[in-house]
């Protein structure tokens, strides 16, 4: 249990370092597209505390991981309002994307510090690739079409009718504990983060 807890721990600290990148893209591109919101609201910042849900960001993403449950955690959503972004919901896919894709960019910058620090600070290593690997996860994981998370945007951005989007909604938290806890999506998310994660230092090295 000692190790569980540590590992809970790591991936919490690890969460706040990377949800702040990931919130603020959506708040950067979203401004970008016109929308004052996310400024007004004060989420163009990489603060993390600007960005967290205490639920999301600390104690879900503790309790899942020691007891190794998978992984489930977000950030505070970043509010948009449609009426103002350029393109209205073809821009708000653009705002959904920004986040996982910030996630990768991060990724690849942790695997350069792990690769550059492996010799002379090995701990930082380690934790700069555990990073590499959680920030992965993290971008597969909000893509999922289930509200609150990321991908649910892209079902508006489809068009798809409100009502199923609110149903949906409704019934997100459920949904996302079953699938990451209860079967085999978080085994194949943590794989395929893995295979990510090994692709990004073979090409560094």
Do not use: C
């Not at 879900?60 to 209205?88: C, E, H, M, Q």
């Not at 459920?174 to 806890?181: D, G």
Request: glycine fraction near 8%; charge should be neutral; hydrophobic fraction near 55%.
């Amino acid at each position: 249990m000692h190790l569980e807890l540590q590992a809970a721990l790591l991936n919490v600290l690890l969460l706040w370092i990377l949800t702040a990148p990931h919130e603020f893209a959506h708040a950067w591109v979203a401004t970008l597209l016109g929308d004052d919101t996310p400024s007004r609201e004060g989420r163009v910042t990489l603060h993390p505390l600007a960005h967290v849900d205490w639920l999301g960001t600390a104690i879900l993403p503790f309790v899942t991981s020691l007891l190794g449950a998978g992984f489930l955690g977000w950030g505070k959503p970043v509010r948009t309002d449609n009426s103002k972004l350029k393109g209205g919901l073809n821009g708000l896919a653009l705002v959904a994307l920004a986040g996982p894709l910030s996630n990768v960019v991060l990724a690849v910058v942790m695997a350069m510090v792990a690769v550059l620090t492996s010799r002379s600070i090995p701990a930082l290593a380690g934790f700069a690739r555990q990073g590499v690997f959680l920030s992965l996860y993290l971008a597969l994981f909000n893509l999922l079409p289930v509200p609150p998370l990321d991908g649910s945007k892209l079902l508006l951005a489809a068009r798809i009718p409100t009502m199923v989007y609110v149903e949906l909604a409704r019934f997100g938290f459920l949904l996302l504990i079953v699938a990451v806890s209860l079967s085999d999506f978080g085994r194949w998310l943590s794989e395929w983060s893995y295979l990510g994660t090994q692709a990004i230092f073979s090409i560094l090295r």
